[in-house]
């Protein structure tokens, strides 16, 4: 079976009214080289990738917005570097009005040491980009209690962290992880966190409908080889999820039968 | 001419300027007058008057005054 026969039996995702093709969400932080960072997106085979909004500088011009654009990319901004419910809100319309989507990741940080979601703030801004039509992605803590608030103030995606940005820690809480994916309504994104695309795989068989990679992959030595290999554990994930795993054992459980053995060989003295 | 602040810089305008032509002279496109780039595509950027958002579809007849504080944004690396 081809990699594209396998890619096929994996279904879109529906994030509230947008289809999510691909279940690799990539960032564009972390790397300089743009041709680097255009070869890294091609091979991750991401339909969705993330993009921060920032002052028009006659030096950063559009050239992010401008690749995503000719790569057929959506494009998903974020509100990364906002710590308040208004200054959310703001950099939300002006995403919306400049890339002309509805859909928004939500991201709003208690300090810039840990990036920690600030989940009060992060509920209400959610609440506030419903009510406005937005489609809200929103980065949280990985508690499940906290999750189900945001899925009920009009979340169309919940994306808890693996671990804090940038960390490459991996899964810290693989249970809360599972219970958020088990409870939830929406889709769960897993975000943050991910250092390996073995953890990629982790996150989509504890039931995560799909993940976000940035530093995982821009940082990372070869950054196209990385996003290769975390599109293939995403879609080994899924469908290692989807085949069911069997339970795990105490003891050993031989796989051979027993009947029929040989006489077992008289020790040799 | 006219004095208005655009990302915190001061930027003088000819009088009777509007956000049109506020985000031609940052980005250095030439803009119709719905606020598309003459050469096509889109353009990408977002502009706030006082921390209201100004859809593109009201930039040519917001005329300026002087003394308004822009923001002029677009999308970056990130995330």
Known sequence: ?269 | MLTVSINEEDVKLPEGATLVDAVAHLTGRELNADGTPVDGGRLGVAVAVGSAVVPRSRWAATELTGGEELEIVTAVQGG
């Open chain 1, 1 to 269: 079976m081809t990699t594209e026969t396998i890619t096929q039996d994996i279904p879109a995702l529906q994030v509230g009214g947008y289809t999510l093709q691909n279940r690799l969400i990539m960032g564009t932080g972390g790397i300089t080289d743009l041709e680097a960072l255009e070869k890294a997106l091609v091979a991750s085979g991401t339909t969705l990738t993330t993009v921060a909004m920032r002052r028009y500088s006659p030096d950063t011009k559009t050239s992010v917005f401008s690749m995503l654009e000719r790569l057929g990319i959506d494009i998903l901004p974020n509100t990364a570097g906002c710590y308040t419910v208004k200054d959310t809100v703001l950099t939300a319309e002006l995403a919306r009005e400049a890339l002309e989507t509805d859909l928004i990741k939500v991201e709003v940080i208690a300090d810039e040491h840990t990036l920690l979601p600030d989940v009060i703030e992060t509920l209400e801004a959610t609440e506030q980009l419903a009510d406005r039509g937005f489609i809200p992605m929103v980065y949280t803590i990985d508690d499940p209690a906290t999750a189900l608030r945001l899925e009920n103030a009009g979340a169309a995606a919940v994306m808890p962290l693996g671990a804090p940005i940038g960390t490459g820690l991996g899964i810290l809480n693989p249970h809360n992880i599972e219970l958020i994916a088990s409870r939830a309504n929406v889709p769960v994104v897993l975000d943050a966190g991910i250092g390996a695309a073995s953890e990629a795989a982790q996150a989509m068989e504890l039931g995560c409908d799909a993940v976000l990679v940035a530093s995982a992959v821009t940082r990372a030595q070869k950054p196209t080889a990385m996003a290769q290999a975390t599109r293939r554990a995403v879609e080994a994930g899924y469908l290692s999820r989807s085949a069911g795993r069997i339970p795990r054992r105490e003891h050993a459980q031989a796989s051979s039968a027993f009947e029929g053995l040989i006489n077992p060989v008289e020790e040799l003295t």
